[in-house]
């Protein structure tokens, strides 16, 4: 009876034990928050990545997914969570089923329920890195507040919380964005901030983009931003005025009133979405785009004049406009259902445009980049130091001269 009964003893401890331990466990899992999240990663190596530190210009061979591209207590456990279930998860699953396994020239065929969790995993990426630097996203805060004109307005008054600090600010902003069923709808969830409204703006008008450098045999950098986006060359961030001048004449000009409508929407989306391209890597290999909608007006399809400027400098073959359904109306309003179709044809990138897109990579980062093999890279290393030298007429804004001693010296390049 006394065996039984510490048996039964030692089964509760054991079992209480292992709660414990569980609960441990997924405390250490909730508090340790991914930037970058980890599916993106694991498609540049399984469990570990090369990492270039741009402060101290050391690389780090084989390291740990969960120690990179992520920070102590940086969201909370509740943010976590939402994002682990109404975004990452929902998003894998498309990733895993869809946008990776198609071939190079093939059709992905998305929902509009699909795409829109695309668009909100892809706002997610570029809004939860923004407190890095908190003063930046302070600054950031108040400008998008100031940016109303006659063009854009804010259809709703933000929800003042006394005494928010920056950091509940962007916590605020992150869940607002993970909550909203639609993007095109976020101004109704009550605590939306100004730069949620402004940011959803982008990512709702955008057209999303697959981009595929398999055939180049060189990879896509990937960087603790975990993203960048392509500016007019030569203009300041911001204030890009090629793409605006080009509408604001066709609008005043046009005198069809089909065109001279689209026109101006068109030039509404620029008060937000005014630079060219945002890009995900979602492997080495592949990348999401989402497109400023004026290049819509290069598709002919659209039968809109042709615009003689070209403010990218991405090939022409790879801003292509998906196959969208042809929607119905009610009383002269869209009807939009989740179950709406839209094709997309996977893009065969050349190796110039890999390489000018991971320079903007390479100019994006604020610590760390990192890569599966360094000899995939090297090439797009030197055409940085080549873009700033040559044509920007000065030093790399990040200093990448330790990783190109690297390279000569192991005879990655000449």
């Given amino acids: 009876m006394v065996k039984f009964r510490l048996e039964i003893l030692w089964k509760i401890l054991y079992n209480v034990a292992r709660v414990e331990f ?40 084989d390291m740990g997914l969960e120690k990179i591209f992520a920070e102590q207590d940086l969201y909370g456990e509740e943010v976590e969570k939402l994002l682990a279930k109404k975004i990452e998860s929902p998003f894998a699953q498309i990733l895993n089923q869809k946008l990776l396994p198609a071939k190079v020239g093939s059709e992905v065929e998305l929902t ?11 706002l997610i990426e570029q809004a939860r890195i923004f407190l890095a630097d908190k003063e930046h996203y302070y600054t950031f805060s108040q400008k998008v507040a100031k940016r109303q004109s006659e063009i854009f307005k804010y259809p709703f008054t933000e929800l003042e919380i006394e005494n928010e600090t920056v950091k509940e600010r962007w916590l605020r902003t992150l869940r607002v964005i993970i909550e909203c069923e639609e993007l095109r709808k ?10 949620a409204f402004y940011w959803a703006q982008i990512y709702a008008s955008g057209y999303l983009a697959i981009w595929d450098c398999t055939d180049t045999e060189e990879e896509f950098i990937v960087t603790d931003v975990g993203m960048t986006s392509e500016r007019e060359v030569g203009a300041p961030a911001g204030i890009e005025r090629d793409k605006k001048d080009y509408l604001e004449k066709m609008w005043i000009t046009e005198n069809d009133e089909r065109r001279k409508n689209t026109y101006f929407r068109l030039l509404y989306d620029q008060q937000t979405f005014h630079e060219n391209f945002y890009m995900f890597s979602i492997s080495k290999t592949r990348m999401l785009v989402i497109i400023n909608p004026f290049f819509r007006l ?36 869209y009807i939009y259902r989740d179950s709406d179709l839209f094709r997309y044809r996977v893009q065969k990138m050349p190796l110039e445009d890999l390489r000018w897109v ?21 090439d797009s290393v030197c055409d940085y130091k080549d873009f700033c030298n040559n044509v920007l007429g000065c030093p790399m804004r990040v200093d990448y001269n330790p990783l190109i001693k690297y390279l000569k010296d192991n005879e990655i390049i000449d």
């Fill in 186 to 195: 976020i101004e109704k969830h009550e605590l939306c901030t100004n730069e």
């Fill in 22 to 61: 569980k609960s441990k466990e997924l405390t250490v899992a909730y508090s340790n928050n991914h930037f970058v999240p980890k599916l993106v990663l694991r498609r540049y190596d399984s469990e570990k990545l090369t990492v270039y530190d741009v402060k101290t210009g050391k690389i780090h061979k």
């Fill in 298 to 333: 290069f598709d002919k399809a659209e039968k809109m004049p042709e615009p003689n400027i070209w403010p990218t400098m991405i090939s022409r073959q790879l801003y292509a406009k998906n196959k969208a359904p042809k929607l119905e109306k009610f009383k002269g309003e």
């Fill in 358 to 378: 991971n320079v903007l990579m390479l100019d994006r980062v604020q610590n760390i980049l990192g890569f599966s093999d360094i000899e995939k890279i090297a």
């Fill in 112 to 122: 509009r329920k699909e795409l829109n969790i695309i668009k909100k995993f892809l």
